[in-house]
């Protein structure tokens, strides 16, 4: 006779004060699965006949690793947005939208002017190459203004007698920043200077709190609080902003 195994179920186990949420499915395998979507939610796979108190023991085992990726997710910056390159188009620059303006020089270039971004070049670009040379502009400007932003957030940490970490600008398809402990190295997206100098601040403060508490556990979110206290109010416009 063919064997019926249960339906998948809602379940959750506490860790460190966080309620994990997550559906359990059990199945004809040996080890147990676990999976978190770009949504957040989390799905654990079993091996049948296994008990429900072992089940929520392996997951409070992997709930760093849960927890940590659930975060990535909610940090992460828009999967290559569409844009456009075309005159009068708008992008984005330190929270402001500015549209492409194009003119005749004699080197390619951008420069921001008038509340326009002038994109120069001795002949017509194709999209392609405006983007290429937007995004190079970009990166120049982000050294000089997250270098600012770290000039105003690191002094939050004087108490803890850290070494500043280095800052390093690079190109993210996921994240916002990122932060490697072991290395004492930050990266920051490129794509982080469209945002608002507050925004930036605030994934320069989380990623610098990684320091600190390498995960997403309730002490980091204390401590990420203690230290900017209306950080909620700067990641909701920072997801908020257009692509």
């Given at each position: 006779m063919p064997r019926f195994l249960p339906a998948p179920q809602p379940a959750f186990v506490t860790f460190d004060n966080q309620r994990i949420d997550y559906t359990l499915a059990f199945r004809s395998r040996?080890?147990?699965g676990f999976a978190v979507r770009p949504?957040?939610?989390?799905?654990?796979t079993a091996p049948a006949g296994v008990p429900?108190?072992?089940?929520?023991?392996?997951?409070?085992?992997?709930?760093d690793w849960i927890l940590k990726h659930q975060e990535a997710f909610r940090q992460r910056a828009p999967l290559q947005p569409t844009r456009h390159y075309e005159a009068g188009a708008l992008h984005y620059f330190l929270g402001e939208a500015y549209p492409l303006v194009f003119i005749e020089t004699a080197k390619p270039g951008v420069r921001l002017a008038a509340g326009q971004l002038h994109i120069g070049s001795p002949a017509p670009l194709a999209p392609e190459a405006v983007a290429a040379l937007l995004h190079q502009w970009y990166a120049r400007e982000a050294v000089a203004?997250?270098?600012?932003?770290?000039a105003r957030i690191?002094?939050?940490f004087?108490?803890?007698?850290?070494p500043p970490p280095a800052l390093l600008v690079r190109s993210m398809r996921t994240r916002w920043g990122s932060c490697t402990p072991s290395t004492n190295r930050i990266r920051l997206s490129v794509d982080l200077?469209?945002?608002?100098?507050?925004c930036i601040d605030y994934v320069l403060l989380h990623e610098c709190c990684h320091l600190l508490v390498p995960d997403h556990s309730a002490r980091f979110y204390v401590l990420q609080t203690r230290l900017m206290p209306d950080w909620e109010r700067w990641k909701t416009e920072l997801n908020g902003l257009p692509k």
């Open positions: 040996r080890t147990i949504d957040g939610t989390v799905r654990v429900l108190s072992w089940v929520q023991q392996q997951v409070l085992k992997k709930a203004h997250f270098a600012a932003a770290f690191w002094p939050r004087a108490e803890f007698q850290l200077i469209r945002a608002s100098p507050d």
